[in-house]
């Protein structure tokens, strides 16, 4: 091969990009990674400028850079080039000039910087982090509660984290959504908007946070404008411009308190090493939150402590006790009053040195004092007991006797200073009855301790003295237990605890919190037990007290069952099902054996407790409760994931017809009559079921709830009172739904809703003199869509309400611009039972809005539901008589189709009555839908309601209706629901 052809080959597999270009900029030359780097071919690089690259440099400067540029000379720099695609990406440039027959040429050596621009803004977001978390550490020191903690965590987190948003929320245990207790950064009006909750069974509790809370990990998302996952707050993320979020659970004793969420603009911004420092930085503030607690519970010992040393020291100084205090290391001492009138002096105040203290001393007993209180100092004795005489105010000498025991630890291991009590012992007489006093005073504190305390010989076990609270804890009278063992007593469940405790005892001299069960009171109770060994005359003995924790193992004991158990069912809750589930999905793949679940719903389980109450409801879920578990096997689990929701693991199955076995069994026991209620009353139920299998079906146990559930809604839409078992296409309905409900959240901000009109007929004139709003969907993809189809996801989601005030604000103006018409016009809206609960729909607000548009409420109808009439809510009783007072006629919608029970006719003020279509389709070919529109008409007439029949589609319908008193007809017989527009055009026909 020649030097060129070699020199060729050299270049083309060069690892990075080669561009020749003349002193114009004109490439000449580029070899096969200019076009990889670049995205252009050969053939358009070629016919390119450099500059059309290269983005940093204008052409003067350019040419400027070329003609300095001398032969062997090399010029480097960073610089920025644009791809094909428009995209722009870091290089580092390398520049030369080659002369060939005299023309003179610039060389580029290009190489890609990206890489090493990442590792470099990776390493700078991580020191970025490592300072944050530094940060965080000293604060903690700092802070004392969560209120300042919370904020700086924010604050830290964007300002050295790098993020664009931190907030830290706390869970309403209520309601199960989170809210930001603590918020920092761009964009944080953000959180005002959005709803995050802890429950998978909505949208916004299956986002990162949800499942972060629930999972008790941290959730990352580095594609937030296109994951799943973040898909309710989608918009939002784009508005504001993030591009990856992270969920960090914030845990104290394993159970999440708090949760750290942070933003950042980038995707894929959470990589490895940054999710382990945020994990670090939770991990700190649950730790800060735990010493929060322990500062608390310090400063509250503190107290007491300081409390019982007052306490302690009114009582030596009731019991004429003089207490002195001989600090070692500034070799000053000071006394209580009570020293210093013992022996005749004025009380001095502050310390006084030490010298002045042994002057006093009589000089005979010098020696022994001196001697015994070194040795005490210099040998690491505890304690001392010495009896000596003291000078006092008038020159006399006292007996005194002085004892106590060293305290602290200074140099060399010494103690620090020695702590003593001096009673005057002059007199026998004195000194036996100071004794019996102080000995008296000393066992009514023994006494009244609150905790249970006894003293026994360390060698024989015999019980010396034992306190009040001792005799309320274990049941044996004082009497009783003098003299005697613990053993002999029967404390002991296990004697092994005592040999353990005193084998401890001999070998330390003292037991800390050593935990027990004991008998006590003719029960077993679990003690902390605490115990020292003391002398008493001259014997070892052991002090031994005791902390009943019973209640406090009762408490905790109840608070797991709280966590893990349904209260009222008392069957494993959500948490235990899920932990259940997913030990029978790994047994499952250890064995390959198959997994069955069941995911049980009664069916129309609401108007049960409408119609007789919550806590017939209640009786009727614990009834349910026992036959479900009396139709499986020990093995199977059968939870209440909440409501009427009941779930069946079935682990160990031989085949899926095992399954189906089961549920039917369930379905037959459960349409099989209740006794309820104080009457005795019988309800008859049933349900709907879902079965899926692992691993058929699922792998895990989110996708096998989602997958039972989904077949459980199918086997509803079939009819109820069935089973269905989970299929593909069922997921594909879910998606489907998932889909409609996420556009459905962006059709009123798109402006994709539109208003039709249905005319309203008077029957015996023929006249149009009402219509009906009726919302219609203009979807982007699918048309125009049906309220039947969106309708109920609404009100699953809660938009109803949004949607429902738009549609009441657009009839408003509708009608504002009809009033010109000849034609008295009313036109009535639905509404969903949401609208009227809470403060979903404030009523005046309304009625405002009619008065300010200049209408009447005579303009305007509201169509219900029978349902709302039996919800019981007093709220709704108020609405509906605010809209009668400001003469807006109320409708009952689709009547016939609900509820066998009428009261609610005479007890709310009701205007008209509308016969579902369902019984006027059928009324040529049905004598019962004839005669039930009779009825209806007939009873409305009687009661003084006006009556609207729906559906109205052929003549014979229409003379039926009209010959059986009808008031109003509607349907498309007269005409189909038409826009604004051409239902106007319908009313200037008909005029």
């Not at 040393?309 to 000071?334: C, F, M, P, Y």
């Not at 996420?742 to 309203?760: G, K, S, T, V, Y």
């Amino acid at each position: 091969m020649n030097p060129e052809h070699r020199l060729r080959a050299f270049l083309e597999a060069a690892p990075d990009a080669f561009i020749v270009h003349d002193l114009d900029g004109r490439i000449t030359d580029v070899n096969r990674r200019a076009c990889q780097l670049s995205g252009y071919s050969r053939e358009e690089l070629l016919s390119m400028h450099i500059l059309e690259l290269e983005q940093d440099f204008n052409p003067q400067s350019a040419l400027d850079l070329w003609l300095r540029a001398q032969p062997g000379e090399v010029f480097s720099f960073p610089g920025r080039h644009r791809r094909k695609d428009g995209s722009v990406f870091p290089v580092e440039v390398h520049l030369s000039v080659t002369i060939e027959d005299g023309q003179r040429n610039m060389l580029a050596l290009i190489h890609d910087a990206s890489r090493r621009r990442e590792i470099e803004d990776q390493r700078e977001r991580q020191r970025r982090l490592y300072e944050a978390l530094s940060e965080i550490n000293q604060a903690i020191v700092r802070m004392e509660d969560r209120s300042t903690l919370y904020p700086l965590v924010c604050r830290v987190a964007v300002d050295y984290g790098g993020m664009k948003v931190a907030w830290i929320g706390e869970c309403d245990e209520a309601t199960g959504y989170v809210s930001a207790s603590a918020a920092y950064g761009s964009g944080i009006e953000y959180l005002k908007q959005i709803v995050v909750s802890i429950h998978d069974t909505v949208p916004e509790g299956r986002g990162p946070s949800g499942i972060a809370w629930r999972e008790r990990r941290s959730v990352v998302v580095n594609r937030f404008q296109e994951s799943e996952l973040t898909a309710p707050w989608r918009s939002y993320a784009i508005r504001y411009g993030w591009g990856s979020v992270g969920s960090f659970p914030i845990l104290r004793a394993q159970q999440p308190v708090a949760m750290l969420v942070v933003y950042h603009e980038h995707p894929e911004a959470f990589d490895d090493t940054l999710v382990r420092l945020l994990d670090e930085m939770v991990r700190d503030i649950s730790f800060a939150l735990d010493n929060f607690d322990r500062e608390k519970e310090r400063r509250h010992t503190l107290a007491l402590l300081e409390e019982n040393e007052a306490r302690l020291r009114l009582t030596l100084e009731a019991t004429g006790i003089g207490v002195w205090d001989w600090d070692l290391g500034s070799n000053t001492w000071q006394a209580t009053s009570i020293y210093f009138q013992m022996l005749g002096y004025a009380p001095m105040e502050g310390p006084q040195p030490y010298a002045a203290w042994k002057s006093r001393v009589h000089p005979d007993d010098l020696p022994q004092v001196s001697d015994t209180l070194d040795r005490v100092r210099d040998q690491g004795l505890d304690r001392f007991d010495i009896q000596f005489r003291v000078r006092g105010a008038d020159g006399s000498y006292r007996w005194v006797h002085n004892f106590g025991r060293a305290a602290g630890l200074g140099g060399l291991g010494r103690p620090a200073r020695m702590l003593g009590l001096q009673i005057d012992v002059t007199r026998t007489r004195e000194t036996l009855e100071a004794l019996r006093l102080s000995e008296e005073k000393f066992f009514k504190v023994f006494s009244n301790l609150p905790n249970p305390v006894s003293i026994t010989r360390l060698e024989d076990g015999l019980f010396v003295d034992v306190n009040d609270a001792w005799v309320r804890f274990t049941g044996h009278a004082r009497e009783k237990a003098l003299g005697r063992t613990s053993t002999e007593l029967g404390i002991w469940i296990n004697p092994e605890d005592r040999e353990r405790i005193v084998e401890e005892l001999r070998r330390s001299g003292r037991v800390l919190n050593c935990e027990v069960t004991v008998w006590a009171r003719e029960q077993e109770a679990d003690c902390l037990i605490s115990a020292e060994t003391i002398q008493i005359a001259g014997l070892p003995h052991i002090v031994m007290a005791v902390q009943d924790i019973t209640e406090k193992r009762r408490y905790d004991a109840l608070i797991w069952k709280q966590a893990n158990f349904d209260l009222l069912t008392e069957l494993p809750n959500r948490y235990m099902f899920y932990d259940r589930l997913d030990q029978d999905i790994r047994k499952a793949h250890r064995d390959a054996g198959l997994l069955g679940l069941l995911f049980i719903d009664l069916d129309r389980f609401k108007e049960v407790n409408d119609s007789l109450g919550h806590h017939v409801g209640d009786q009727l879920l614990v009834e349910m409760a026992q036959r479900i578990r009396e139709c499986v096997r020990e093995t199977d689990t059968v939870a209440r994931l909440g409501g009427d929701e009941f779930t069946v693991a079935l682990p160990g199955i031989g085949d899926a017809g095992f399954a189906e076995k089961v549920a039917q069994h369930i379905l037959r026991r459960l349409c099989e009559p209740f006794t309820v209620g104080e009457s005795q009353a019988q309800v008859f139920i049933s349900a709907s079921i879902g079965i899926t299998f692992y691993p058929l079906d699922a792998q895990d146990v989110d996708q096998m709830l989602r997958n039972a559930d989904q077949a459980m809604y199918a086997a509803k839409k079939a009819g109820r009172n069935r089973l269905s078992f989970f299929t593909p296409a069922l997921q594909d309905l879910a998606e489907y739904r998932l889909k409609t409900h996420n556009d459905l959240r962006l059709a009123l901000e798109r402006q994709q809703f539109e208003i039709h009109f249905q005319p309203i007929v008077a029957m015996a004139s023929g006249q149009v003199v009402k219509a009906e709003a009726l919302l219609r969907w203009n979807h982007p993809q699918r048309g125009l869509v049906g309220p039947g189809e969106f309708v109920p996801l609404a009100e699953e989601t809660g938009l109803i309400v949004e949607i429902g005030d738009w549609v009441f604000r657009q009839v408003a103006h509708q009608m504002h611009l009809w009033k010109h018409h000849q034609t008295p016009l009313q036109v009535s809206v639905n509404m969903s039972p949401l609208q009227f609960y809470g403060d979903a729909v404030t009523v005046q607000e309304w009625l405002d809005h009619l008065r300010q548009l200049g209408l009447s409420g005579e303009h305007l109808a509201i169509e219900i539901t029978e349902g709302l009439l039996l919800s019981g809510d007093s709220g709704v009783a108020e609405k509906l008589q605010m809209f009668r007072d400001a003469d807006i006629e109320l409708a009952i919608d689709d009547f016939g189709t609900g509820y066998s029970s009428l009261s609610y006719l005479s007890k709310y003020p009701i205007n008209y009555l509308k016969i579902d279509q369902v019984f006027v389709r059928n009324l040529v070919q049905d004598a019962n839908s004839r005669a039930l529109c009779e009825v209806i008409i007939l009873m409305a007439h009687k009661l003084g309601l006006r009556v609207v029949a729906e559906g109205i589609e052929t003549a014979e319908q229409r003379d039926f209706l009209k010959a059986a008193g009808c008031d109003f007809g509607q349907g498309y017989f007269y005409s189909k629901p038409l826009p604004a527009e051409a239902f106007e055009a319908y009313l200037n026909r008909t005029d």
